[in-house]
Every structure is written in C-alpha cells, then in structure tokens.
C-alpha cells in the first residue's frame, strides 16, 4: 500500500496485505475488528481503517494458572 489517501480496498486485497484468505477478512469485518462498508456481495475497506488494523491473535486465548 503507497498512499492511504481515499483509497479503498477489498477484502481480497486485504487478505493479500494480511497474508491471510478473505474468508478470515470477512470474518473480521462481521466481528466488528475492522471497519468497512458494504457494497452489494463485496466489502470495500478504507487503507486508513487497514493501515490502523491490528491482527487479532490466533486460538483461544490461553487459562491463566493462579
């Protein structure tokens, strides 16, 4: 990504960037992690709003022993 300046992008780009299946994207965007809009079957994502994106972490999270 060059410039985040209005640009919009899919979750399929998103994917690409995040090095992860759009279906993980999408999965984001239904949780609420990462804002987008939809527009018709797609998603389109502001780079600003990626850019800002921090990946959630993998798996359950871990019990803590006390």
Known sequence: MTSTK???LTATDV???FGVTH???RNWIRAG???AHRFGN???IS???VK???LPR???PKKVKK
């Open 6 to 8: 209005n640009k919009n």
């Open 42 to 44: 797609a998603y389109v």
């Open 52 to 54: 800002a994106f921090k």
């Open 58 to 60: 993998r798996g359950a």
């Open 23 to 25: 279906h993980a994207v």
């Open 47 to 49: 780079a600003t709003d």
């Open 33 to 35: 992690l990462l804002p």
């Open 15 to 17: 994917a690409t960037h």
